[in-house]
């Protein structure tokens, strides 16, 4: 059963950087690929950035230019390095596999911007 840990949000003010971390288990992390989501109250949920097994990068219009992803085979670990962050990042930000049929959902990690 795949597990997803994710890790690392917090409260910080407008311009300020965080790193998430996301940890998947249960599965061949590296055959996979992995994107961060976020979900803002009353919005629905949303793929921000994405990495492919071979390293792949693509990233919403909202955040190309300030969030980079990055994945670390080694320690099944997927990160998140959001940078110039803006109180419209505000969110619940979750990692989930990008397949057909996804794992459920992780707990989630909240970023909170203040302005």
């Known amino acids: 059963q795949v597990q997803l840990v994710e890790s690392g949000g917090g409260l910080v003010q407008a311009g300020e950087s965080l790193r998430l971390s996301c940890v998947v288990s249960?599965?061949?992390?590296?055959?996979?690929?992995v994107g961060w989501y976020r979900q803002a109250p009353g919005k629905q949920r949303e793929l921000v950035a994405s990495?492919?097994?071979?390293?792949?990068?693509n990233y919403a219009d909202s955040v190309k230019g300030r969030f980079t992803i990055s994945r670390e085979n080694a320690k099944n670990t997927v990160y998140l390095q959001m940078n110039s962050l803006k109180p419209e990042d505000t969110a619940v930000y979750y990692c989930?596999?990008?397949?057909?049929?996804?794992?459920?959902w992780g707990q989630g990690t909240q970023v909170t911007v203040s302005s």
């Open positions: 989930n596999l990008i397949r057909v049929f996804r794992p459920s």
């Open positions: 249960g599965t061949t992390f590296s055959n996979n690929a």
């Open positions: 990495i492919t097994s071979g390293g792949d990068t």
